[in-house]
């Protein structure tokens, strides 16, 4: 694994977590984004980012320094990737937009860069041929609040190299990872193929209204000892792409109540601006959220 530089693509819920964490294990990378603007609102998480990393890592201020000095940004997509060792592709989980960034990438980026691709519920499968080089891509997953739930799960498809496959569990190692190989595709990986049913139960009884978010968080966190119930948890991961999610499932299972909880999500949270911890308001508010306080398990 002889990686230098990394481009990060999509500086959302994730992708500037990743482009940070690389940054801090000293990589140089490249944040790329749509323009400027949402460029200057990562470098602004990237400072409350910072923040966290001295109370959960015990980062020292040289450390963060020397986080900032490998980041550079750049909106300009044929320049981002002009040197990339690697692209980490982090952008909104929609096929289309997912198919027409490849698309886009593969006219632009050397040929010895190598392609990953973030997606938390998607196959490799589905994109490799709109890469230009499939065997140099292959799915690098990695788990919200990166710093504190270092999973990296690599999962390659049928015509991954196996060299490529074995430098990214390599590159995941350095980055401070804990490396989750996986052996043969599978939709949801480990991490969401556990996590996303839950989460679909737990939306399931909200949208039939058998109980509010907290109260099944209650349930959740005092029935069996857990921290977050499953609405912090959405929260976390971000509404939109919750939503984005199930509307995959809705699509594919034509559920009715799948179309429910989708047009739920959209009404009730994203079209009110209440997208989770990224804006500060979703089924709680930030900082601070209810589940929290002391009080919230007490009767």
Known sequence: MNFKQIMVAGSGVLGYQIAFQTAFHGFKVTVYDV??????????????????????????????????????????????????????????????????????????????????????????????????????????????????????EIMGHQSTDAQVYADVVEFAKAIGMLALPLHKEQPGFIINTLLVPFLVSALELWVNDV????????????????????????????????HNVAKLQAEATQSPVMQRIVDKLKTEMIDQGNLGTPTGKGFYSYPNPAFEQADFLKD
């Not at 040197?83 to 010895?112: G, H």
């Not at 099944?216 to 792409?241: E, Y």
């Open 35 to 152: 323009n400027d603007q949402v460029l200057d609102k990562a470098k602004a998480k990237f400072h409350e980012l910072s923040t966290c990393y001295q109370q959960d890592m015990q980062a020292s201020q040289a450390q963060l320094d020397a986080t900032f000095a490998n980041l550079s940004y750049q909106s300009d997509l044929a320049l981002a990737v002009q040197d990339a060792d690697l692209v980490i592709e982090a952008v909104p989980e929609d096929p289309s937009i997912k198919r027409d960034f490849y698309e886009k990438l593969a006219k632009v980026a050397p040929e010895k860069t190598i392609f990953a691709t973030n997606t938390s519920t998607l196959l490799p499968s589905q994109f490799a041929e709109f890469t230009g080089r499939p065997e140099k891509f292959l799915a690098l997953h990695f788990a919200n609040r990166i710093w504190k739930n270092n999973t990296a």
């Open 211 to 242: 109980a509010d978010p907290e109260t099944i968080d209650k349930t959740w966190m005092k029935g069996l000892g857990n921290p977050m119930g499953p609405f912090a948890i959405i929260d976390m991961v971000g509404i939109t792409t919750a």
